[in-house]
């Protein structure tokens, strides 16, 4: 069984930095290329950052978020991290981590095959 479970959100006031941690069970974690989505009350979900499998050595930002968000891969730990800095109050979001099985990241939720039940992230101004 498939489980993504992600951790490390919480209250922050703008500027602040935060750091999600998102642990994987029952797959081959370093065969899956790893993304972070986040939904905001009453709007789409949106992608953040994704990075590819096995090494981690191809990453893809949103424009909202490049240069201030940093994905990275622990393959031992079967975990994959998203370092946010410099948060502002649009990050406010449930964010989420998905597992997809090819070798490149995808910027398309609709790609991913496994979902974690998402995390809260709050950023007050």
């Known amino acids: 069984q498939v489980q993504l479970v992600e951790s490390g959100g919480g209250l922050v006031q703008a500027g602040g930095s935060l750091r999600l941690s998102c642990a994987a069970s029952g797959v081959t974690f370093s065969g899956y290329a790893m993304g972070w989505f986040r939904q905001a009350p009453g709007k789409e979900r949106e992608f953040v950052a994704a990075?590819?499998?096995?090494?981690?050595?191809?990453?893809y930002y949103a424009d909202t978020v490049k240069g201030r968000f940093t994905i990275s891969r622990d393959n031992a730990k079967k975990t994959v991290y998203l370092q946010m800095n410099s948060l502002k109050p649009e990050d406010t979001a449930v964010y989420y981590c998905?597992?997809?099985?090819?070798?490149?990241?995808?910027?398309?939720?609709?790609?991913?095959?496994?979902w974690g039940q998402g995390t809260q992230v709050t950023v007050s101004s």
């Open positions: 998905a597992a997809d099985f090819r070798v490149v990241p995808n910027t398309d939720d609709y790609e991913y095959d496994y």
């Open positions: 990075i590819s499998s096995r090494s981690g050595s191809t990453t």
